[in-house]
Nanobody, 126 residues
């Protein structure tokens, strides 16, 4: 059974950095998967943060994180990463990774993803 497990969350000061990992088990990243990070704050809609299409190494970012976050992958280890720099209190959320066949134009709304992890909490203090 395919599973995604996130790690690396925790607390950071504003301006600091954290690196999230998403380990996949039950399948291996192929050359054509869309992997993404989402975040959600209680009471608010889930937000697509970053996505990467493994076949072409194309990446996509929400405007709110462009220039601060970087999504990457290690296909040999079946791990997806999210490097988060210059963190801001507004980045506080539960972060989850997801996998799907393609990166659809509305990927940021969760479209096309059928495998989700449980999430890891990120808290940024000012």
């Amino acid at each position: 059974q395919v599973q995604l497990v996130e790690s690396g969350g925790g607390s950071a000061q504003a301006g600091g950095s954290l690196k999230l990992s998403c380990s996949a088990s039950g399948y291996a990243y192929s050359n054509s998967y869309c992997m993404a990070w989402f975040r959600q704050v209680p009471g608010r809609e889930r937000e697509g943060v970053a996505a990467i299409y493994t076949g072409e190494y194309s990446s996509y970012y929400a405007d709110s994180v462009k220039g601060r976050f970087h999504i990457s992958q290690d296909n040999a280890k079946n791990i997806l990463y999210l490097q988060m720099d210059r963190l801001q209190p507004e980045d506080t959320a539960m972060y989850s990774c997801a996998a799907g066949r393609y990166c659809l134009t509305d990927w940021y709304q969760g479209s096309g993803f059928n495998i989700w992890g449980q999430g890891t909490q990120v808290t940024v203090s000012s």
